[in-house]
Protein backbone atom coordinates (compact mmCIF):
# COMPACT_ATOMS: atom_id res chain seq x y z
CA UNK A 1 0.00 0.00 0.00
CA UNK A 2 1.32 3.40 -0.94
CA UNK A 3 1.63 5.70 2.17
CA UNK A 4 0.37 9.47 1.86
CA UNK A 5 2.77 12.09 1.77
CA UNK A 6 2.34 14.34 4.85
CA UNK A 7 4.18 17.49 3.77
CA UNK A 8 1.81 17.30 0.27
CA UNK A 9 -1.69 16.81 2.14
CA UNK A 10 -0.42 20.01 3.81
CA UNK A 11 0.48 22.23 1.43
CA UNK A 12 -2.54 21.46 -0.68
CA UNK A 13 -5.01 22.75 2.69
CA UNK A 14 -4.58 25.80 1.41
CA UNK A 15 -5.54 28.92 4.48
CA UNK A 16 -7.76 26.09 6.16
CA UNK A 17 -6.55 26.44 8.92
CA UNK A 18 -6.24 22.74 10.63
CA UNK A 19 -4.03 21.80 13.15
CA UNK A 20 -2.22 19.75 14.03
CA UNK A 21 -2.21 17.44 10.95
CA UNK A 22 -1.62 13.75 11.60
CA UNK A 23 -1.25 11.79 8.81
CA UNK A 24 -1.09 7.98 9.64
CA UNK A 25 -0.66 4.65 7.71
CA UNK A 26 -3.11 2.72 9.59
CA UNK A 27 -5.33 2.55 12.24
CA UNK A 28 -8.91 1.44 13.56
CA UNK A 29 -11.02 4.71 13.28
CA UNK A 30 -9.34 8.37 12.96
CA UNK A 31 -13.04 9.09 14.78
CA UNK A 32 -11.92 6.77 18.22
CA UNK A 33 -8.48 8.65 17.83
CA UNK A 34 -9.78 12.11 17.66
CA UNK A 35 -12.40 11.56 20.31
CA UNK A 36 -9.88 9.71 22.76
CA UNK A 37 -7.11 12.79 22.29
CA UNK A 38 -10.06 14.98 23.22
CA UNK A 39 -11.05 13.46 26.08
CA UNK A 40 -7.49 13.10 27.45
CA UNK A 41 -7.05 16.85 26.55
CA UNK A 42 -3.95 15.94 24.30
CA UNK A 43 -5.65 17.16 21.23
CA UNK A 44 -8.06 20.40 20.79
CA UNK A 45 -10.74 21.84 18.18
CA UNK A 46 -8.69 22.01 14.96
CA UNK A 47 -7.34 18.59 15.03
CA UNK A 48 -7.11 16.08 12.02
CA UNK A 49 -6.08 12.88 11.72
CA UNK A 50 -6.29 11.45 7.83
CA UNK A 51 -5.43 7.45 7.43
CA UNK A 52 -4.46 5.38 4.49
CA UNK A 53 -6.36 2.68 6.10
CA UNK A 54 -8.55 2.39 8.02
CA UNK A 55 -9.64 -0.78 9.32
CA UNK A 56 -12.73 -0.44 11.89
CA UNK A 57 -14.70 2.53 10.16
CA UNK A 58 -18.09 3.05 10.72
CA UNK A 59 -20.83 5.36 9.07
CA UNK A 60 -24.17 6.52 9.67
CA UNK A 61 -26.47 3.72 11.76
CA UNK A 62 -23.61 1.94 12.59
CA UNK A 63 -23.19 0.60 9.48
CA UNK A 64 -19.11 -0.50 8.64
CA UNK A 65 -16.82 1.89 6.22
CA UNK A 66 -14.65 -0.47 4.45
CA UNK A 67 -12.13 -0.08 1.64
CA UNK A 68 -9.19 -1.97 0.03
CA UNK A 69 -5.62 -0.49 1.26
CA UNK A 70 -4.51 2.51 -0.79
CA UNK A 71 -8.15 3.21 -2.28
CA UNK A 72 -9.81 5.57 -0.36
CA UNK A 73 -8.96 8.21 2.32
CA UNK A 74 -10.14 8.18 5.82
CA UNK A 75 -9.95 11.32 7.92
CA UNK A 76 -11.20 12.97 11.32
CA UNK A 77 -11.51 16.19 12.37
CA UNK A 78 -12.10 17.82 15.80
CA UNK A 79 -14.33 21.05 15.94
CA UNK A 80 -15.96 22.78 18.47
CA UNK A 81 -19.41 24.53 18.31
CA UNK A 82 -19.91 27.77 17.85
CA UNK A 83 -22.30 28.92 20.39
CA UNK A 84 -25.72 28.78 19.90
CA UNK A 85 -25.79 26.50 17.12
CA UNK A 86 -27.20 22.96 16.78
CA UNK A 87 -24.51 20.45 16.58
CA UNK A 88 -27.03 18.28 14.41
CA UNK A 89 -26.46 20.60 11.42
CA UNK A 90 -22.87 19.30 11.60
CA UNK A 91 -23.54 15.99 9.29
CA UNK A 92 -25.73 18.07 6.35
CA UNK A 93 -22.45 20.74 6.68
CA UNK A 94 -19.92 17.48 6.09
CA UNK A 95 -22.05 16.29 3.79
CA UNK A 96 -22.09 19.69 2.02
CA UNK A 97 -18.53 20.34 2.39
CA UNK A 98 -17.31 17.06 0.47
CA UNK A 99 -20.47 17.47 -2.48
CA UNK A 100 -19.14 20.68 -2.63
CA UNK A 101 -15.04 19.68 -2.83
CA UNK A 102 -16.36 16.73 -5.38
CA UNK A 103 -17.40 19.72 -7.58
CA UNK A 104 -14.35 21.08 -7.75
CA UNK A 105 -12.50 17.97 -8.32
CA UNK A 106 -14.64 17.29 -11.26
CA UNK A 107 -17.09 15.37 -10.83
CA UNK A 108 -20.88 16.36 -10.57
CA UNK A 109 -22.67 15.90 -6.72
CA UNK A 110 -25.76 15.76 -5.35
CA UNK A 111 -26.81 15.40 -1.45
CA UNK A 112 -29.22 12.91 0.07
CA UNK A 113 -30.66 13.41 3.20
CA UNK A 114 -29.28 13.68 5.68
CA UNK A 115 -25.51 13.40 3.98
CA UNK A 116 -24.99 10.65 1.63
CA UNK A 117 -22.75 12.63 -1.31
CA UNK A 118 -24.05 11.50 -4.69
CA UNK A 119 -22.51 11.28 -7.94
CA UNK A 120 -25.30 9.85 -10.37
CA UNK A 121 -27.36 8.41 -8.38
CA UNK A 122 -24.61 6.23 -6.38
CA UNK A 123 -22.90 6.81 -3.05
CA UNK A 124 -19.29 8.29 -2.79
CA UNK A 125 -18.18 8.56 0.81
CA UNK A 126 -19.60 7.64 4.34
CA UNK A 127 -19.61 10.28 7.18
CA UNK A 128 -20.01 10.06 10.59
CA UNK A 129 -20.49 12.87 13.65
CA UNK A 130 -19.58 12.12 17.00
CA UNK A 131 -19.62 14.21 19.90
CA UNK A 132 -17.39 14.92 23.36
CA UNK A 133 -18.10 17.00 26.16
CA UNK A 134 -13.91 18.89 26.53
CA UNK A 135 -14.60 21.30 30.59
CA UNK A 136 -17.74 22.62 29.73
CA UNK A 137 -18.08 22.78 25.89
CA UNK A 138 -19.64 20.16 23.46
CA UNK A 139 -16.73 19.29 20.58
CA UNK A 140 -17.64 17.42 17.26
CA UNK A 141 -15.09 14.54 15.76
CA UNK A 142 -16.30 15.14 11.97
CA UNK A 143 -15.51 11.61 10.14
CA UNK A 144 -15.18 11.12 6.51
CA UNK A 145 -14.53 8.15 4.46
CA UNK A 146 -14.18 9.12 0.71
CA UNK A 147 -13.53 6.57 -2.17
CA UNK A 148 -10.89 7.31 -4.33
CA UNK A 149 -9.55 4.72 -6.66
CA UNK A 150 -11.82 1.66 -6.38
CA UNK A 151 -12.67 -0.31 -9.47
CA UNK A 152 -16.20 -1.69 -9.32
CA UNK A 153 -15.36 -5.01 -7.67
CA UNK A 154 -13.61 -2.91 -5.12
CA UNK A 155 -16.47 -0.71 -4.05
CA UNK A 156 -17.66 -1.73 -0.61
CA UNK A 157 -21.62 -2.23 -0.97
CA UNK A 158 -23.57 -2.21 -4.09
CA UNK A 159 -24.76 1.34 -5.04
CA UNK A 160 -21.40 2.71 -4.61
CA UNK A 161 -18.78 4.41 -6.39
CA UNK A 162 -15.26 5.74 -6.59
CA UNK A 163 -13.96 9.47 -7.95
CA UNK A 164 -11.98 6.85 -10.65
CA UNK A 165 -15.36 5.54 -11.98
CA UNK A 166 -16.78 8.71 -11.98
CA UNK A 167 -14.08 9.57 -14.38
CA UNK A 168 -12.16 11.76 -11.94
CA UNK A 169 -8.45 10.69 -11.30
CA UNK A 170 -6.69 12.21 -8.40
CA UNK A 171 -4.18 11.12 -5.87
CA UNK A 172 -5.40 10.33 -1.79
CA UNK A 173 -3.98 13.51 -0.30
CA UNK A 174 -5.73 15.82 -3.30
CA UNK A 175 -8.83 14.25 -2.51
CA UNK A 176 -8.19 14.53 1.41
CA UNK A 177 -7.04 18.20 1.00
CA UNK A 178 -9.36 19.43 -1.06
CA UNK A 179 -11.85 18.12 1.31
CA UNK A 180 -10.71 19.48 4.60
CA UNK A 181 -10.53 23.03 2.69
CA UNK A 182 -14.20 22.95 1.97
CA UNK A 183 -15.02 21.90 5.21
CA UNK A 184 -12.92 24.64 6.85
CA UNK A 185 -14.88 26.54 4.92
CA UNK A 186 -17.75 25.72 5.45
CA UNK A 187 -18.10 25.89 8.92
CA UNK A 188 -16.45 29.11 9.36
CA UNK A 189 -19.58 30.46 6.92
CA UNK A 190 -22.02 28.82 9.27
CA UNK A 191 -20.24 29.90 12.21
CA UNK A 192 -20.23 33.72 10.75
CA UNK A 193 -24.07 33.31 10.13
CA UNK A 194 -23.90 32.65 7.06
CA UNK A 195 -26.77 30.87 4.99
CA UNK A 196 -25.16 27.67 4.62
CA UNK A 197 -28.46 25.81 4.44
CA UNK A 198 -29.63 27.50 0.89
CA UNK A 199 -26.30 25.77 -0.86
CA UNK A 200 -27.30 22.61 1.13
CA UNK A 201 -31.08 23.15 -0.51
CA UNK A 202 -29.68 24.19 -3.53
CA UNK A 203 -27.48 20.66 -4.26
CA UNK A 204 -30.11 18.20 -2.00
CA UNK A 205 -31.51 15.70 -4.54
CA UNK A 206 -34.33 14.58 -1.82
CA UNK A 207 -36.61 17.88 -1.09
CA UNK A 208 -39.55 17.53 -3.86
CA UNK A 209 -38.85 13.73 -3.71
CA UNK A 210 -41.41 11.17 -3.28
CA UNK A 211 -39.02 9.37 -0.56
CA UNK A 212 -39.54 5.97 1.82
CA UNK A 213 -38.03 6.78 5.75
CA UNK A 214 -37.28 3.73 7.33
CA UNK A 215 -37.40 4.61 11.00
CA UNK A 216 -36.21 1.30 12.43
CA UNK A 217 -37.15 -2.22 11.87
CA UNK A 218 -40.86 -2.13 11.20
CA UNK A 219 -41.60 1.40 10.94
CA UNK A 220 -41.14 3.22 7.51
CA UNK A 221 -43.15 6.32 6.22
CA UNK A 222 -43.66 7.41 2.93
CA UNK A 223 -44.11 10.99 1.59
CA UNK A 224 -42.81 14.07 -0.43
CA UNK A 225 -39.53 15.41 1.14
CA UNK A 226 -40.78 18.72 1.71
CA UNK A 227 -38.02 21.11 4.21
CA UNK A 228 -35.71 21.28 6.01
CA UNK A 229 -35.22 22.26 10.16
CA UNK A 230 -32.91 24.92 11.08
CA UNK A 231 -31.69 21.66 12.77
CA UNK A 232 -31.55 19.28 10.06
CA UNK A 233 -34.53 17.60 10.24
CA UNK A 234 -36.73 16.89 7.02
CA UNK A 235 -39.65 17.26 6.58
CA UNK A 236 -42.33 14.87 5.26
CA UNK A 237 -45.20 16.10 3.87
CA UNK A 238 -47.68 12.32 3.84
CA UNK A 239 -51.62 12.97 3.54
CA UNK A 240 -51.22 16.63 3.65
CA UNK A 241 -49.73 16.33 6.90
CA UNK A 242 -46.19 17.72 7.58
CA UNK A 243 -44.09 15.67 9.92
CA UNK A 244 -40.65 16.14 10.84
CA UNK A 245 -37.77 13.18 11.05
CA UNK A 246 -34.26 13.91 12.51
CA UNK A 247 -32.97 10.58 11.93
CA UNK A 248 -33.74 7.78 8.96
CA UNK A 249 -32.59 5.41 6.44
CA UNK A 250 -34.20 7.04 3.32
CA UNK A 251 -34.92 5.58 -0.05
CA UNK A 252 -35.44 8.11 -3.29
CA UNK A 253 -38.75 6.38 -4.95
CA UNK A 254 -39.84 7.32 -8.33
CA UNK A 255 -43.14 9.48 -8.85
CA UNK A 256 -46.32 7.62 -8.22
Same mark, same amino acid.
Given at each position: ???????L???????????????????????????????????????????????????????A????????????????L?????? %???????G???A??????G?????????????????????L????T?????????????????????????????????????????????????L????R??????D?????????A???????????? %???????????????????? %????L??????????????
Open positions: MPPLDPSLRSLLGAAAWSPVAVVATTGSTNADLLEGLRRGELAAGAVEVAAEQVSGRGRLDRWSSPPGTSVALSAAVAPPGRPW %TLLPLLALAVEAVVELAPSALKWPNDVLIGDRKCCGIVETAVGDSLHAVIGIGLNVSQAEAELPVPGAVSLALAGVQVSREEAAGTVLRHDATLDWARGGVMARYRARSTLGRRVRLQLDA %THAVEGQATDLAPDGRLGVT %TDGATWYAAGDIQHLRPA
